[in-house]
């Protein structure tokens, strides 16, 4: 069975930093594309970065680009999210994915995790 499990959200004050995880299991975990999406109440899910299964290159969204990174650690079978100079627009419950092609759409991914809190206070 396969499982995607975030963590590290959580309140944290503007300019401040946060470091998501994301535990995968059940997967083929370095044939992958992982990725990172948000979405914020009453807005569509929004793409943040992705990074491809062997972990060389990375896109990230326009709207975190600078001051996200989006990373993976094969051996350990985890994505990770490192998040800094946050702003209250980011905002969202973040979710990790994986799906078998490179993509900024969420309907491209086959699997996803339930989804861990970011809000920043301004």
């Known amino acids: 069975q396969t499982q995607l499990v975030e963590s590290g959200g959580g309140l944290v004050q503007a300019g401040g930093s946060l470091r998501l995880s994301c535990a995968a299991s059940?997967?083929?975990?370095?044939?992958?594309?992982l990725a990172w999406f948000r979405q914020a109440p009453g807005k569509e899910r929004e793409f943040v970065a992705v990074?491809?299964?062997?972990?060389?290159?990375?896109t990230h969204g326009n709207s975190v680009k600078g001051r996200f990174t989006i990373s993976k650690d094969n051996a350990k079978n985890t994505l990770y999210l490192q998040m800094n100079s946050l702003k209250a627009e980011d905002t969202a419950v973040y979710y990790c994915?994986?799906?078998?092609?490179?993509?900024?759409?969420?309907?491209?991914?086959?699997?996803w995790g339930q989804g861990t809190q970011v809000t920043v206070s301004s």
């Open positions: 059940g997967i083929a975990f370095n044939r992958y594309f």
């Open positions: 990074i491809t299964s062997n972990g060389m290159a990375t």
């Open positions: 994915a994986a799906g078998r092609s490179i993509s900024t759409k969420s309907t491209d991914y086959n699997y």
